[in-house]
Structure formats: C-alpha cells, structure tokens
T-cell receptor, first 112, second 116 residues
Framework: SQQGEEDPQALSIQEGENATMNCSYK?????LQWYRQNSGRGLVHLIL?????REKHSGRLRVTLDTSKKSSSLLITASRAADTASYFC????????????FGEGTQLTVNP | GAGVSQSPSNKVTEKGKDVELRCDPI?????LYWYRQSLGQGLEFLIY????????KSGLPSDRFSAERTGGSVSTLTIQRTQQEDSAVYLC??????????????FGDGTRLSIL
C-alpha cells in the first residue's frame, strides 16, 4: 500500500510563480525525502528532512514537515521551465529498515 | 565518478521468456535497491542488498523474480517466464551506508521492459 500520497496529482503554473506540493503519510517515520524525476530518467534526490526537523531549505526549495499531521510540503520558489518534472516524496518508516516508500508523485509543468 | 548504470536501457521480449537486468552501482556504495515503476505511478520496492546479502526481499512480487549481487558491486534482477504485467521500468539505486535509510539514494535511468 502507498505510504506517501502527493497532492495535487498535477500542477501547471507560469514561470516565476511558486509551486507547492504536499505529501501525506500514515505511519511513524525516521525521515522524509523528496525526489525529482524528469521524463524517461531516474530519480534525483532533492532534500531530506528528519523527523525532528520542521523546516529545511536548499536553494529555491523549502520543505516543511508536520509529524503531528503526518504531512510534508515542498515549495519551489521562482519556478523555471526547467523545473518541469514529477516530484515524489519518500518515507522511511521506523519499522521498515532501509526501505523507502514512495508516493505516486506530482507532475509539475512550468510554462515559459 | 560515474553514477548508477543500468543495462539494457530498453528490453522487449515475448511472454514466457526469461530476462536479466543489470545494475552497476556507484563505486563504494554498499547498499543497493531495486524498484519497479509502472507508467505514471510511484515506485514499488522490490529488494534491498547490503553488500552481497539481501536482508529485505519482501517486495519481490512472485517467485519468478530473483536478484543477486556479487562482489558487493554489480547486481542482476532476473524475471523468469515473463508475463505482460511485468512490463514496467525497473529502477536501481545505491547509497553509501547500509541499514541507514537516512542516506539519499542515487538512481540509474532504469530499464524499460516491455512484454509482448
């Protein structure tokens, strides 16, 4: 069963706008990671946030984590056409060892 | 250095044939993971290796699927008697520290498998 569920499934914005994607999960986690996938390619790690962290920044990316609500959000600021990709959250459940459980992703389209 | 390399990039085969998919992880990465991704879907975990051993095989969908890793490096995923529902992209990832999922995983570009 899917642990992470992204919302929305698809998002289309104009260049320069901000994009926000959300992820919800069901069980206790050690950490949550966000990945990006360009069409036909593998996944690229973007950012990892630990369960004891609430917010993390990396360049134009901002990730928040609310363990009480079992949810996370990924904000991409000042989006660019090159940000067009699918974005996945992945959770490391406390009982799963090294397994990551991925959601089904948000397809982001940034229009020039 | 080089990233995770997977071969072949595409494989088309007839139902009932066996296929072997290869993954060459980043040098020095002790952990190796196999996932399956159906069209427009997220990733489905298949198996995880720590060195040459597989502590977690729980994601393998049936006994037609097997995987091995030799020399703590290259891994092969074998699917016997392929079925049409096996059609998917098979992704391999590696990471530095085994048993610690805190480490980011580095992915190859996958093998796109099509069963006719």
């Amino acid at each position: 069963s899917q642990q992470g569920e992204e919302d929305p499934q698809a998002l289309s914005i104009q260049e320069g706008e901000n994009a926000t994607m959300n992820c919800s999960y069901k069980t206790s986690i050690n950490n949550l990671q966000w990945y990006r996938q360009n069409s036909g390619r593998g996944l690229v790690h973007l950012i990892l946030i630990r369960s004891n962290e609430r917010e993390k920044h990396s360049g134009r990316l901002r990730v928040t984590l609310d363990t009480s609500k079992k949810s996370s959000s990924l904000l991409i600021t000042a989006s660019r056409a090159a940000d067009t990709a699918s974005y996945f959250c992945a959770t490391d459940e406390e009982t799963s060892g090294s397994r990551l459980t991925f959601g089904e992703g948000t397809q982001l389209t940034v229009n020039p | 250095g080089a990233g995770v390399s997977q071969s072949p990039s595409n494989k088309v085969t007839e139902k009932g044939k066996d296929v072997e998919l290869r993954c060459d992880p980043i040098s020095g990465h002790t952990a190796l993971y196999w996932y399956r991704q159906s069209l427009g879907q997220g990733l489905e975990f298949l198996i995880y290796f720590q060195g040459n051993s597989a502590p977690d095989k729980s994601g393998l969908p049936s006994d037609r699927f097997s995987a091995e890793r030799t020399g703590g490096s290259v891994s092969t995923l074998t699917i016997q008697r392929t079925q049409q529902e096996d059609s998917a992209v098979y992704l391999c990832a590696s990471s530095l520290v085994s048993g610690w999922s805190n480490q980011p995983q580095h992915f190859g570009d996958g093998t796109r498998l099509s069963i006719l």
